[in-house]
Structure formats: structure tokens, C-alpha cells
């Protein structure tokens, strides 16, 4: 397991500046969680980590502190060979394969990588255990799954990938209640797994109970950040952030 480090972050689409020179740090084997309002940068900082845009400035680097390697400016397939395994906003599944076929490509970019492969059958095993509902609907097209189903073999998708960082974006988004919990009750188990996640949620209380820091975003810059228990206690960020409701 190794950390993610960002450092002076600039990104954005085309003309338009997102990122303002961002710095933040996902230590291995923790949890760490941005939050922020709609727009505020969050879903841009995953895209810019796992390339799917490549950042105007600053530095991106995975490592063990002292070995860090820069992962800035590569291609998106070669990130993810790197062991950063991105869950996307929104869905994105292989929607006429079938549920073992999507986790199964899950499994792909790793495959080339010049650490031991792993056992893929094994892998899967663990994923189907993780995610029951999957398991129950594994020879069903991905394209049939319930919107809840489609958000969760996302998600099973990039455990698969046995990655060293996984970055989730908004896990629980459209999920009924109940699925809700499943999706943090996951979170934890990966965590005491000692997998290494930036997490996004729109439910930013459950995320600083789960998480161990966090960084909030406000306008493309970290306005504060800390201890998540601390940032939990916060009044500023209660008012801002943590609506009464969750
Ligand atoms: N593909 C794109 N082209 C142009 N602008 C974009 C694109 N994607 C996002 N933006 C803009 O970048 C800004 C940041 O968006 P981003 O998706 O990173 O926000 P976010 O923090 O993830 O918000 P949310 O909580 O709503 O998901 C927004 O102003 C958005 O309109
Ligand atoms: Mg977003």
C-alpha cells in the first residue's frame, strides 16, 4: 500500500480553471474524504488523479514517503496499472456483459503490472462476498441492474482492480436508505482491510465518521482541513456542511 500526495494542483476543462493549487496527502492504509459544495472541485480532483484530464500544474505522486514516483501527465490506463482504481461519478458499467464479465475486466489494468497478479478467480470471490446483491445477480446483464445494483458493481469494479488508492465519488449517490448503509458498512470493511481511499459523499457527516482526515474544498482551493474528528465538531464546517438531516 503506498501514499498519495498532491501538491500545488492546477486542472480545469479548456480555458476554464478548476483547480487553483491544491495540496493534499492520502496517507496509506487511510481514509481521507473531500468535501465541498456542488462545483466546488471535487469530482475534477478524482478525474485529474486517475488522468482523465491531465493537470495544468503541479504534481501528483504515489509511493512509499522518500520513494514517491510521479503519476501526473501519464495516461489514464497506465495510472491504473499504478494500482489507482477510480469509481466514477455516476455509472459507468458494461451495460451487455454481464456482472462477473464487468468485475472480471475489472481485474484487466492490473494484469500487465510488474507486481505478482494475483489470484483474479479469488478476487472475485471477495468482491461477490463484499457485495451480496451482486453475487445473487452475477450472470445478469450489467444493463438490467437496478440503478442502486449499477452503483455498486462500480464500485465492486474498482475493489477488483486489488488497487493501492481507490478513489470513490459519491458511492451512495440515488441509493435508497438501506443501500446507503451498505455502502459506508462497505467503506469500513475495506478500511479495516487497510485499503487506502479518497472518499466523496454527499453525505459528508457519515464520510468524517468513517474517514481519519479531511480536506474541504471551497472554489478550487482547501480552505481548511484536519483530523476528521475534529472536522466533525467544527462549527464552521457543521454550518456548511453538515446539515441536521444526516
Ligand atoms: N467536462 C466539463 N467541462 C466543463 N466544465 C466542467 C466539466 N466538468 C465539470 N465542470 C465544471 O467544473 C466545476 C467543478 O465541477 P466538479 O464536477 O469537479 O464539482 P464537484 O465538486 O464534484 O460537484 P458535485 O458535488 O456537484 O459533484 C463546475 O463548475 C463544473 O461546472
Ligand atoms: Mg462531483
Redesign the pocket.
Known amino acids: 500500500m503506498t501514499t498519495l500526495s498532491i501538491q500545488n494542483l492546477e486542472a ?3 480555458k ?1 480553471k ?1 483547480l487553483h493549487g491544491i495540496s493534499l496527502e492520502v496517507p496509506k492504509g487511510k481514509v481521507v474524504t473531500l468535501i ?10 478524482m478525474r485529474a488523479i486517475s488522468g482523465m484530464i491531465r493537470p495544468t500544474a503541479g504534481t501528483i505522486s504515489l509511493g512509499v514517503p522518500g520513494e514517491m514516483q510521479r503519476i501526473d501527465g501519464l495516461e489514464s490506463h497506465r495510472i491504473a496499472r499504478r494500482g489507482i482504481a477510480h469509481s466514477p ?1 455516476g455509472r459507468r458499467v458494461f451495460a451487455t456483459m454481464s456482472v462477473t464479465d464487468n468485475l472480471i475486466l475489472g481485474a484487466f489494468p492490473r494484469l500487465t503490472r510488474a507486481r505478482p497478479r494475483g489470484d483474479v478467480e479469488a478476487d472475485l470471490e471477495r468482491a461477490l462476498q463484499l457485495f451480496p446483491r451482486l453475487k445473487e445477480r452475477r450472470t445478469q446483464l450489467a444493463g438490467t441492474l437496478s440503478g442502486g445494483e449499477q452503483q455498486m458493481l462500480a464500485m465492486a469494479r474498482a475493489v477488483m482492480l486489488a488497487p493501492e488508492v481507490v478513489l470513490l465519488d ?1 458511492p451512495s449517490m440515488g441509493l435508497a436508505p438501506i443501500l446507503v448503509d451498505e455502502v459506508f458498512r462497505i467503506i469500513e470493511r475495506l478500511k479495516g482491510e487497510g485499503v487506502t481511499m479518497l472518499l ?1 459523499e454527499q453525505f459528508a457527516a457519515a464520510a468524517l465518521a468513517v474517514a481519519d482526515y479531511g480536506y474541504v ?1 471551497e472554489n478550487g482551493r482547501i480552505a481548511t482541513h484536519g483530523d476528521a474528528a475534529k472536522l466533525r465538531v467544527d462549527p464552521s464546517v457543521q454550518a456548511a456542511y453538515l446539515g441536521t438531516a444526516h
Do not use: F, I, P, Q
Not at 465541498?36 to 480532483?45: L, P, V
Open positions: 480545469g476543462y479548456g476554464v478548476v465541498g459544495s456542488n462545483g466546488a472541485g471535487k469530482t475534477t480532483t461519478e459519491e466523496v474544498l
